[in-house]
């Protein structure tokens, strides 16, 4: 209930409904007058009370609180997208965002002024899975992970087999440069796990396996 009023005073009026546009910005001039008399008069009075913080709430239809509670929502989903780089995750959670800002009766910020994707996969990447598949085809056990949903490769074993059988795959300096930001099947970590083949812990890159990707 606190962050209310600050919310309401720094909300875009240009990005709510038109029939609660001129009360917002009714509101906001009226935020401003409040601050001039805080800071230059000691005080500043309210003669409607509580009443002036539910205006918007009321032109929205919702109860003060669940504005609240959708904003909280707003913000959680934004902080995600700012860190999120995968194009079809950032797409779903916009769509929650756009539909969050509708139940406030404004319009969400553009999906590209909130962080960005990740570039399309370097062609060295797409060359590494191509190659991965090939191995997994002709029967070699590169993939370590115990776990279907998961893909755990030794890149010196990949590399290895890959000449054995006439396979090109970019160097191994290049590879973990770019690997990083391997997005199908998604790039997870770098750690050792304990081998579905070999019985013993590897040291391994590991990635989600994705629809279209390695799974």
């Not at 913080?53 to 913000?75: D, E, F, H, N, Y």
């Not at 797409?91 to 969050?100: E, G, H, K, P, S």
């Amino acid at each position: 209930m606190k962050l209310l009023n600050g919310w309401l005073f720094g909300v875009d009026a240009n990005r709510v409904a038109p029939e609660v546009r001129d009360r917002l910005i009714e509101y906001q001039r009226e935020c401003y007058d409040v601050l001039a008399d805080y800071w230059q008069k000691g005080s500043a009075t309210n003669p409607r009370g509580a009443a002036a913080s539910l205006m918007i709430g009321q032109s929205t239809g919702l109860p003060t609180t669940q504005l609240v509670a959708l904003q909280a929502q707003g913000w959680k989903i934004i902080d995600r997208l700012k860190a999120e780089t995968v194009r079809e995750l950032r797409a779903d959670l916009y769509q929650q965002l756009v539909r969050i800002y509708s139940d406030m009766a404004m319009t969400a910020p553009p999906l590209d002024a909130i962080g960005q994707e990740a570039p399309d996969a370097a062609a060295e990447v797409v060359e590494f899975w191509t190659v991965f598949k090939a191995l997994e085809r002709l029967g070699h056990p590169v993939n370590h992970s115990r776990n279907p949903e998961l893909v755990a490769l030794k890149l010196d074993q990949v590399a290895t087999l890959a000449q054995q059988e006439g396979l090109d795959v970019a160097p191994a300096k290049t590879l973990k440069r770019l690997l990083r930001a391997s997005r199908s099947p998604r790039f997870v970590d770098v750690k050792s796990i304990n081998s579905a083949h070999a019985g013993v812990t590897v040291h391994c890159w590991v990635f989600r396996a994705q629809e279209g990707g390695a799974a």
